[in-house]
């Protein structure tokens, strides 16, 4: 771990002697290397993404937002509303681009889920979503449901805590780790696309996942509002989440103790509803110690270098 720090912290400091990266924010130059990161891959698998022109485009637009936050923030500081959205703009990047991933993952390379399901029977010995038909009742399934649909808004809860706090230097941050981990979640879903055991494991669950009203809402909004369908491995939830109660933990911990149990619902939730393998979740946990251990350097890092030039 201390080598893979000490390379990041090597490219840091060559990116900022190569490149004009001064002029940008920890978060703001993390969204512009994956922005651009992305550009670079469609053009690279052109061939292979039907629709690789509109992505394109989608990106290159997804780029000019950037900027144009990025100049209007310069002008006028962090003031008004224009600072308050370029201050946020992380959160609006990060449902874009996790969107888009819908429209050409699925062309970049096969779906691994029956190596998840192998993995998971080889741990287990048992597929651990219908080990869960058990547990199964109406009120439990709208408690998950409802633990599940958290995972949306923890995250913003605790950087706009810390924002009306006037807390600037834990909100940025707060927001650049945040930022980093989900990046990576989606990394890990454009190398390891998966569908989830709800779509491939369907023909051996024998009890339906009824709940009332509240399980219906939650199933048929994500359905409705998700385009990638792929975000199995990892499990972004977990990752995301662990990551989000340790923060809060570090950071506020008003919020830390609201959160455990909403969290443990949470990670519970991804396999009772059958969205993830129990795999993914092992990898998401690993994913956000890795990236608790690294973001923070990269952002000492960083912020260093700015005050170096």
């Given at each position: 771990m201390r080598l893979l720090i000490s390379i990041l912290d090597l490219f840091i400091d060559l990116g900022y002697r190569t490149f004009p990266m001064?002029?940008?924010?920890?978060?703001?130059?993390?969204?512009?290397?994956f922005?651009?990161?992305?550009?670079?891959?469609?053009?690279?698998f052109r061939v292979q993404i039907p629709l690789w022109r509109s992505q394109l485009l989608f990106y290159t637009l997804l780029l000019g937002l950037f900027f144009a936050l990025k100049l209007s923030s310069d002008r006028r500081g962090s003031q008004g509303i224009g600072g308050l959205l370029h201050d946020f703009s992380p959160i609006v990047f990060i449902i874009a681009t996790y969107q888009s991933l819908g429209n050409m993952i699925q062309y970049l390379q096969p779906d691994i889920d029956p190596y998840l399901i192998r993995i998971d029977f080889f741990?287990?010995?048992?597929?651990p979503t219908v080990w869960m038909e058990r547990w199964i009742n109406p009120w439990f399934t709208d408690l998950m449901s409802l633990a599940y649909l958290s995972y949306y808004f923890l995250p913003v809860i605790l950087i706009l805590t810390l924002y009306l706090k006037g807390r600037r230097d834990e909100f940025n941050r707060v927001i650049f780790i945040l930022t980093f981990g989900y990046?990576?979640?989606?990394?890990?879903y454009i190398l390891f696309p998966a569908v989830g055991p709800r779509f491939t494991q369907i023909d051996l669950y024998s009890v339906p996942l009824e709940g009332s009203f509240l399980t219906d809402f939650?199933?048929?909004?994500?359905n409705a509002i998700e385009h990638n369908k792929?975000?199995?491995?990892?499990?972004?939830?977990?990752?995301?989440?662990l990551m989000v109660l340790f923060l809060a933990r570090r950071f506020e911990g008003t919020l830390f103790y609201p959160f455990l149990p909403v969290v443990s619902g949470l990670i519970l939730s991804t396999v009772y509803l059958r969205y993830h393998y129990a795999i993914d979740l092992i990898v998401?946990?690993?994913?956000?110690?890795?990236?608790?251990?690294?973001?923070?350097?990269?952002y000492r890092t960083w912020k260093r270098n700015i005050k170096l030039q």
């Open positions: 001064k002029r940008f924010t920890p978060v703001e130059g993390l969204t512009l290397i922005l651009a990161g992305l550009v670079l891959l469609v053009l690279i741990l287990f010995g048992v597929h990046y990576l979640s989606f990394i890990g939650v199933r048929d909004t994500l792929r975000d199995c491995m990892p499990s972004g939830h977990t990752q995301i989440a998401g946990t690993a994913l956000a110690v890795g990236c608790l251990l690294i973001a923070p350097r990269l």
